[in-house]
């Protein structure tokens, strides 16, 4: 199994961008589906987006499409989320999240999480 660990959170301006990461360790990287879940105060875990083993599929919950980019580094062990025009509403916790077996927008379905990083964004 991978250990993951995300950073790049933080406090940032509405319109503003950040761009987390994730680093993995342990069994083979690529071999994993890695998605990105949030969960903001009070709510329930909430998928954001994922990318398939090689890199070459995304897919986004409508709220971040055209906003947002998932991408990987399989020689890095690394998973990114780039966030462009953020919003108020996307402060939350953001946790990423692997699948050897494929990408899905159940949080239950994932063993395998990060310890998450604060995101917060000021109107």
């Known amino acids: 199994q991978v250990q993951l660990v995300e950073s790049g959170g933080g406090l940032v301006q509405a319109g503003g961008s950040l761009r987390l990461s994730c680093a993995a360790s342990g069994r083979a990287f690529s071999n994993y589906f890695m998605a990105w879940f949030r969960q903001a105060p009070g709510k329930e875990r909430e998928f954001v987006g994922g990318i398939n083993r090689s890199g070459a599929s995304t897919s986004y919950v409508p709220s971040v499409k055209g906003r947002f980019t998932i991408s990987r580094d399989n020689g890095a062990n690394t998973v990114y989320l780039q966030m462009n025009t953020l919003k108020p509403e996307d402060t939350a916790v953001y946790y990423c999240?692997?699948?050897?077996?494929?990408?899905?927008?159940?949080?239950?379905?994932?063993?395998?999480w990060g310890q998450g990083t604060q995101v917060t964004v000021s109107s």
């Open positions: 999240a692997a699948n050897d077996r494929g990408l899905y927008t159940n949080a239950q379905l994932y063993t395998t």
